[in-house]
């Protein structure tokens, strides 16, 4: 499955899993068979009311299309990027650039969802070749769909997960500059990874001369790592 990365304001990088054309197709055949069995419970309900007999055939086929031109752009909006379709399936639409989807983005995707789904079916070929598998809509709206059954995750970011009563030991990090703090969270992870005790100890050398530190001396290499990395995430989020 193909995974959608995100970088977020706070040097953050979420990924999600994109939702497969087999997802979507579902969510989508869910979404017409809910608003069949809506349409007719709704003229069923109407023909015992004698409504119907009140209104002029345009008129009434005018007020039952309402239902479906408001059905996928609002209920989007109101229920974070899903239909009750994609509920189902656990798929939603999401931003490119990780921002709350607008209105207006649900519109643009709705008005040229009416070509490239319903009037010539060319939406899943663009899903299926795109890298980010956008149909036209999501193209023009800077939207993607994306799968929940996996959680968003934390990776290669300068984050590090710290308690709210969390006090910081070395005031000094606030000199490091971002792209300092994410050199340091990379080398140090992959040096954990390879158990690379020799990278480890250069690394904190080289925060220590950096940061015109003393590191106390029963604190491990991966201990001050860690306590510098989250150190400045405490003072990036004041």
Known sequence: MSEFKI????????EQNLAGIGQRIL???LD???LIAFYLLLIWLLGKSGIIDMFAGWA???V???PYFLYYPLLQYWNNGQTFGKMIVKIRVVKIDNSHPSIGDFLIRWIIRLFEINIIPIAPIFVLINERKQRLGDMAAGTTVVAEKQKVRLTHSVFEEIDTDYTPTFPSVQSL???DAQLIKTVFREAKQRRNK???SELSAKIISLLDIERPANMSDIKFISTVLKDFNYYANL
């Open 27 to 29: 969510a989508h055949f």
């Open 60 to 62: 009434f086929a005018s």
């Open 198 to 200: 020799q990278v480890l």
């Open 32 to 34: 017409i068979i809910l």
């Open 64 to 66: 039952l299309m309402l």
């Open 7 to 14: 970088q977020t304001a706070q040097n953050v990088t979420l």
């Open 177 to 179: 500059q971002d792209a």
